[in-house]
C-alpha cells in the first residue's frame, strides 16, 4: 500500500462555475486597469494594477477552493501465466538414461522459486499445462515428483494462447511464459515454415498485448526411426487398386551408426503382412517415402499398420507403427449376367440392370451354339469368342453378383470352372441361378459343383419333359417370403401381400427336388410339390460360406414388368390421351411405371441381399465411432433382426472385444472384454468398455441361437476400431527452439535456451489500481489567505479614493 | 491349382459337347415364353402384304442364332388383352390406312415405352406412298417429342448379330433405316425396303418374289437385317459393350 496525492478544485458548480469565476475575476482586473489611467503617475498606476490583481487572484482562490487529495492505494498485482508443454512429446527423453523433457521442466520450475518470489512482488503467477487443450495446474503439482507422464496427443500452442486471452479477457496480463519442447502440432507450427511465422500468426500473437517468455525444454541428439506420416484416404473402392504412401524419419541416424542400414517396412490388414517395402537409412534424407499399392478385395471397415522394427537405442518404441482404418467401399455394384439364349428375360433383366447407375453391368449371352446354321463368315458377324477363362477363371472374384441366367455350361468347356464358380461363393460372391429350359437340372447342374451352393436340391438326369412344367403359376410367399428383404415390395405386409397376388403370372418352372436344409424359401409353387411333399420351391435363398445364393426357377419373372407395366385395355389409362399417357409413364396411374416397378424393385431387393447390403444383415455390431482419442469410452451397439426382418426381443448375443495384431503385439492375446448381452424389444443392446489402450480393436458378436434356429453364419458380425495414441505428438519428436524463438520475438518476449538462466524477464506493469481511503488538504482556507485577500482588497480601495480615482 | 486348359481345348470340348447335344433340343418352360414377332392386326388397308415372310424370317432365327423361337407367328390386334405378352411387333402394309383410334394409339405407345420393339415394314417398294404417309402420322403420334429419323450407321441393329452396312429386302427404296429412339433405345424402325417381300416363301419352298436389283444376295442380307432386329429386341445394346468393340472394329475393316 502507497500514498499518492493530486491537486483538485472544490469550486462549486464545477467547470462552469470555475470558468465564469475566472473570467469575472478577469474582468475585475481589466476595469481596474482601465480606470486607473487617469493617474498620470506611472508608479501608481503599477501598484493599482497590482493591488487589483491580487484582490481579483486572491477572490478566485476563495472562490475556487484549490484543495491537495492524498489517497491511500494498493496496486493489484497483474498476471503472469507460465504454460507448461503437457504433451506426449514432452515425456521423450533425447538419450537413454537422461531425464526427459517435462522432468527438465519440473527441475527447472522447482529451481525458480527465488525467481518467482521477485515476479510475485508485483504480479501473480498462474500455472498451466496445455498441449491439445489449455488446463489450470498448480505450481505444487508441475514441481512436484512426477506422476502419469505427460499424454496430451498434440501441441496446440496457438490454441492454447486463445483460450488464454478468452480466459484474461479484461483482465491485466503481464504476460505469459511457455515452457515447452518446441514441438507444436496446431496451426503455430502447420504455418511455421522457413523459420518464420506467418502473418497471420504474428498478428495473433501481438494481438495477446503481452509479452511471450519461451524457455526450451530440449536438445538436440535424439536417435529415432518414426513413421512420420501416412497419407491414406479415409475410404477406398473394392477391387480398385490403393495408394498408401508412409514418410520413415529417421533422426540421428549418423551418431546410431544406422547409415545403410536397410529397414523393413510392413503393410498388415488386420495383423496380417500384406506388402513390404525397404529403405536405406541416409542421413542426408532423414525423410523417406515408401508406397503401397495394393487392392482391397472386400468391402468392409479394415485396419492397417505401416510399420518398421525397432532399432538399437531409438529413443522412442511407439511411433514405428502407425495404425488406420480403412473404409472399402462398394463403386459400383458388379454384376456378370451370363445368359445361354438370347430372351424376354435375359433381355429384361439386362435393360433393368443397365439402367441402374449403381451397377456395372458386364453380359456374356451365348447368341449362337454349336447346332446353329453358319451360313455366312464369322468375319461379317459381330460374335466374339466366349471369354470363359477370363470370366470364370481371371475374373470371376472381381464380381459382385453373378446371375447364371438359362444358361448350360457344357458346350462351351464351362465345365471345369464350375469348382471355381462353387469357390467364388464360398469365400464370399453372390450367385444367382434364373430358371429356363437351360437352367438347373435341364442345364447339367445336378450334382455338378455349383449344385452344392445352390438353395436347392436338384433333381436327377431325365427326360427334358420331367424337369420343367409348361404351365403358368403364381407363386406363394410363404411366411419367411412375407417379411423378407427380397420379397419386400411394399412396406406394410398385408399391402406386399396383395402386391404379389397382382403380379402377373410365371410362365411355367424348372422343377426341383426341395430347399437345401438351412435355405429360405421365399415363394412356393402352387401346385407343384417337391421330393419331400412340400410345395415346391421357387425362390430360394440361402448361405454357402461367405456368399449367398438366389435361385429363380422360372425365366418370366419380366412379366412382372412388362406385362404389369401394360394396363389392360379399356382400363382409365389406357383410353388417356399422348399427355396423360406420359404422365403414367412415370408410374401415377398404373403404379408400375415404365420399367416395371416391382420387377425392378425384386430385383434391386435380390441384389442387395446377395451382395450382403450392411442394411440387410441380421446382427449387426456398430460402435459408436470409428476412432477413439485416449481417455473416451467405447459404446458398442448390437442389432439383432428375426430371419423375417423384424426386430429380435430377448436374444442372447455374445459380446467380445480383442486388439487386432500388429508389428508390436503380434497376437492378440485373447479377449480384452467380453460379455453376453440381452437385446431389448427393439433388438438391440449396449456394451460400454471404459477407456481402452492405443491400438487397434476387432469386436465380434454371435447370437447364441438354439438348435433349431437356421442360417447361424448369418448370426455373426464383426466391426473394428480404432483407439489412438499419441497422433502426430510423436511424428517429428525431435525437440525445436526455432519456433519458441520467432513466438519471443514476435511479442517482444526472450528466448531461454535450456542452459540458460532464465531470470531477468519483464513483464508489463499492473494498471489496475484500488483506493482504500483518501483526504483533502484545503489550500484556500488558511488565515494568510483570507489576509491577502482583505489586504489587496483594502489597499486598491482605500488607494483608489485617495487618488480620486473611485 | 487350377486346370487352365487353352482355348483350343475349349473350342474342341465346345464342338464335341456341343454335338453330343445336339439332339437335346430345348424343351421351353412354357411355349408362350419363347421368342416370338406379333404381327399387327389393323383396320382398313393390308395388314399383310407377306403373308409367308415371318414364318420364314422366324425359321432363320431358329437356325442362325440360339433364340428360342416360336416358329409360328403370331397376330394380334392393339386393342388385344395379350398384346403385353408379344414385346416385339411388327406392322406391314402396302398402303395407306387410317389412324388408329386414340386408345389404340395410347395403349401401343405405353408397350414402347415399357420396353417394346416395334418395327414397320413398308411393301410399297418406293418412298412416299400411302403406308409411308400413314406411318409418318401415326409415328408422330405414338411419339410426339422424338420424331422419326434415320438411324446412323453406328447404331447397334446394324451389329447385333450380323455386320450390316445398308438396309435390304425385296427393293433398295431408301438406304436406311429410319427409327425413333426412347430411352436410349431405338423403340420403332422403320424400313421401307419390303424386308417381308425378300422373306417370303411359299410352302413349296419357292421365294414369292423377285428380289431386285440383288438377287439372292440381296435376299440374304435381307434375313441378315431380320435376325438382327430379333437379336436387337433381345439384347439391346449388347453388342456396344466394351468388351465387343475391339473385335467389331477389327472385323469392320476386313470388309472390301
Not at chain 1, 34 to 48: D, H, I, N, P
Not at chain 1, 169 to 190: F, K
Not at chain 1, 299 to 321: C, F, M, R, S
Not at chain 1, 349 to 373: A, C, E, M, Q, Y
Request: include cysteine.
Amino acid at each position: 500500500m502507497s500514498s499518492e496525492w493530486h491537486f483538485a478544485l472544490q469550486a462549486p458548480w464545477g467547470l462552469p462555475g470555475a470558468s465564469a469565476a475566472i473570467a469575472v475575476a478577469l474582468a475585475v482586473v481589466v476595469l481596474g486597469v482601465a480606470s486607473a489611467r487617469r493617474e498620470r503617475r506611472r508608479g501608481r498606476r503599477l501598484l493599482l494594477a497590482v493591488l487589483r490583481l491580487g484582490a481579483a487572484g486572491a477572490a478566485l482562490v476563495l472562490f475556487l477552493q484549490p484543495a491537495i487529495q492524498i489517497e491511500n492505494v494498493t496496486r493489484l498485482p497483474n498476471k503472469i501465466a507460465v504454460l507448461v508443454d503437457g504433451s506426449e512429446s514432452m515425456a521423450l527423453a533425447e538419450r537413454a538414461g537422461e531425464p526427459s523433457r517435462a522432468a527438465r521442466a519440473a527441475k527447472l520450475l522447482a529451481t525458480s522459486k527465488g525467481e518467482f518470489a521477485r515476479w510475485r512482488e508485483q504480479h501473480r503467477i498462474d500455472f498451466y499445462t496445455y498441449g491439445a487443450t489449455l488446463s489450470p495446474a498448480t505450481e505444487e503439482a508441475l514441481v512436484g515428483p512426477p506422476g502419469a507422464p505427460p499424454v496430451q496427443d498434440a501441441t496446440r500452442l496457438r490454441e492454447a494462447l486463445a483460450a488464454l486471452r478468452t480466459r484474461y479477457q479484461g483482465r491485466d496480463l503481464a504476460g505469459v511464459v511457455v515452457i515447452s519442447d518446441g514441438i507444436d502440432t496446431g496451426r503455430l507450427g502447420e504455418t511455421f515454415t522457413d523459420g518464420k511465422l506467418d502473418a497471420d500468426g504474428t498478428d495473433f500473437l501481438q494481438s495477446l498485448g503481452a509479452p511471450v517468455h519461451t524457455v526450451w525444454t530440449g536438445h538436440g541428439g535424439l536417435r529415432d526411426v518414426a513413421i512420420a506420416h501416412v497419407l491414406a484416404d479415409d475410404f477406398a473402392f473394392a477391387r480398385t487398386a490403393v495408394t498408401i504412401e508412409a514418410i520413415v524419419r529417421t533422426v540421428g541416424a549418423a551418431e546410431a551408426g544406422w547409415e545403410g542400414k536397410t529397414l523393413p517396412v510392413t503393410l498388415r490388414k488386420d495383423g496380417v503382412v500384406v506388402k513390404t517395402a525397404a529403405v536405406v537409412v541416409d542421413a542426408a534424407h532423414p525423410d523417406q517415402k515408401v508406397t503401397f499399392e495394393f487392392t482391397p478385395d472386400r468391402v468392409g471397415k479394415y485396419l492397417y499398420e505401416v510399420a518398421t522394427p525397432l532399432l538399437d537405442g531409438e529413443a522412442i518404441a511407439t511411433n514405428n507403427a502407425r495404425t488406420f482404418l480403412l473404409k472399402v467401399i462398394r463403386d459400383k455394384i458388379r454384376v456378370l449376367q451370363v445368359a445361354g439364349r438370347p430372351s424376354w428375360d435375359e433381355r429384361f433383366l439386362r435393360g433393368l440392370l443397365k439402367h441402374d447407375p449403381n451397377v456395372d453391368l458386364i453380359s456374356f449371352f451365348i447368341l449362337r451354339t454349336p447346332t446353329d446354321i453358319e451360313t455366312v463368315s464369322p468375319d461379317e458377324m459381330s460374335l466374339i469368342p466366349f471369354p470363359t477363362e477370363e470370366l470364370f477363371l481371371e475374373q470371376l472374384r472381381s464380381f459382385d453378383v453373378v446371375f447364371l441366367q438359362n444358361f448350360n455350361y457344357a458346350p462351351y468347356g464351362i465345365g471345369i470352372y464350375l469348382d471355381e464358380i462353387k469357390r467364388y461363393v464360398e469365400a464370399g460372391g453372390g450367385l444367382a441361378m434364373l430358371g429356363g429350359d437351360l437352367s438347373f437340372t435341364s442345364g447339367g447342374y445336378a450334382r455338378s459343383p455349383v449344385s452344392d451352393v445352390l438353395p436347392v436340391e436338384l433333381l436327377d438326369e431325365g427326360p427334358p419333359g420331367s424337369l420343367v412344367s409348361q404351365d403358368a403359376f403364381k407363386p406363394v410367399l410363404t411366411p419367411e417370403g412375407r417379411g423378407h428383404p427380397i420379397t419386400a415390395l411394399r412396406l406394410e405386409a398385408k399391402e406386399n401381400l396383395l402386391r404379389w397376388e397382382a403380379l402377373p403370372p410365371l410362365e411355367g418352372t424348372n422343377l426341383v427336388a426341395r430347399a437345401r436344409p438351412g435355405a429360405t424359401v421365399l415363394a412356393t409353387h402352387p401346385f407343384q410339390k417337391g421330393r419331400d411333399g412340400r410345395a415346391m420351391p421357387v425362390l430360394t435363398v440361402g448361405d454357402a460360406g461367405k456368399g449367398r445364393v438366389l435361385a429363380l426357377t422360372s425365366d418370366s419373372s419380366w412379366r412382372w414388368g412388362f406385362g404389369a407395366a401394360m394396363p389392360a385395355p379399356g382400363s382409365r389409362s389406357s383410353e388417356s390421351s399422348g399427355a396423360a399417357m406420359e404422365a403414367g409413364a412415370q408410374g401415377a396411374e398404373a403404379g408400375d411405371g415404365m420399367r416395371g416397378r416391382w420387377y425392378q424393385r425384386f430385383w434391386e431387393n435380390a441384389i442387395r441381399w446377395l451382395i450382403r447390403d450392411p442394411e440387410l444383415r441380421f446382427l449387426r455390431v456398430e460402435t459408436d465411432q470409428p476412432e477413439y482419442g485416449r481417455g473416451e469410452k467405447v459404446r458398442i451397439t448390437v442389432r439383432a433382426l428375426t430371419s423375417e426382418y423384424r426386430p429380435a426381443a430377448a436374444l442372447d448375443v455374445a459380446v467380445s472385444v480383442a486388439r487386432v495384431p500388429g508389428a508390436a503385439a503380434p497376437s492378440s492375446g485373447g479377449p480384452i472384454a467380453a460379455k453376453t448381452l440381452l437385446t431389448d424389444e427393439n433388438g438391440e443392446s449396449v456394451l460400454e468398455l471404459d477407456p481402452l489402450p492405443p491400438g487397434g480393436y476387432r469386436v465380434t458378436a454371435r447370437a447364441l441361437l438354439g438348435k433349431g434356429a437356421a442360417a447361424a453364419a448369418a448370426h455373426h458380425d464383426e466391426e473394428v476400431f480404432l483407439v489412438r495414441g499419441g497422433g502426430r505428438e510423436l511424428e517429428e519428436a525431435e525437440a525445436r527452439d526455432d519456433l519458441l524463438r520467432a513466438v519471443a520475438e514476435a511479442t517482444s518476449g526472450q528466448h531461454r535456451g535450456p542452459a540458460e538462466a532464465w531470470g531477468g524477464l519483464t513483464f508489463l506493469e499492473p494498471e489496475v489500481v484500488r483506493v482504500n481511503k483518501h483526504r483533502d488538504v484545503e489550500l484556500w482556507s488558511t488565515w494568510i489567505t483570507l489576509l491577502f485577500a482583505a489586504l489587496f482588497l483594502s489597499s486598491d480601495w482605500t488607494l483608489r479614493r485617495r487618488w480620486g480615482l473611485a | 491349382m487350377n486346370p487352365r486348359p487353352s482355348r483350343r481345348s475349349f473350342l474342341q470340348a465346345a464342338l464335341t459337347v456341343g454335338a453330343t447335344l445336339a439332339a437335346r433340343r430345348a424343351f421351353a418352360l412354357g411355349d408362350r415364353d419363347r421368342f416370338a414377332i406379333a404381327q399387327v392386326v389393323y383396320s382398313g388397308g393390308n395388314w399383310q402384304p407377306r403373308p409367308t415372310a415371318l414364318r420364314r424370317l422366324l425359321w432363320e432365327i431358329d437356325k442362325r442364332s440360339s433364340i428360342d423361337v416360336r416358329l409360328e407367328p403370331v397376330e394380334v390386334r392393339l386393342t388385344d388383352p395379350d398384346l403385353h405378352r408379344w414385346p416385339m411387333l411388327y406392322l406391314a402394309g402396302d398402303s395407306a390406312f387410317p389412324p388408329p383410334p386414340e386408345p389404340e394409339v395410347a395403349r401401343l405407345r405405353r408397350h414402347l415405352q415399357a420396353g417394346g420393339f416395334l418395327v414397320i415394314d413398308g411393301a410399297e417398294g418406293h418412298p412416299g406412298g400411302g403406308f409411308d404417309q400413314s406411318v409418318r402420322a401415326l409415328a408422330a403420334r405414338l411419339f410426339p417429342k422424338e420424331p422419326l429419323t434415320r438411324l446412323p450407321p453406328e447404331n447397334v441393329i446394324f451389329k447385333s448379330f450380323y455386320l450390316i452396312h445398308a438396309p435390304a429386302g425385296r427393293v433398295l427404296a431408301v438406304p436406311y433405316l429410319e427409327g425413333v429412339i426412347h430411352d436410349a433405345r431405338t423403340a420403332l424402325c422403320y424400313c421401307q425396303n419390303d424386308l417381308g417381300g425378300a422373306w417370303a416363301r411359299d410352302n413349296f419352298g419357292q421365294w414369292e418374289h423377285e428380289v431386285h436389283p440383288g438377287g439372292d444376295g440381296q435376299r440374304e442380307h435381307a434375313f441378315r437385317l431380320g435376325v438382327n432386329l430379333a437379336l436387337y429386341a433381345t439384347c439391346l445394346d449388347y453388342k456396344t459393350d466394351q468388351v465387343h468393340v475391339p473385335f467389331i472394329l477389327r472385323r469392320r475393316r476386313w470388309q472390301p
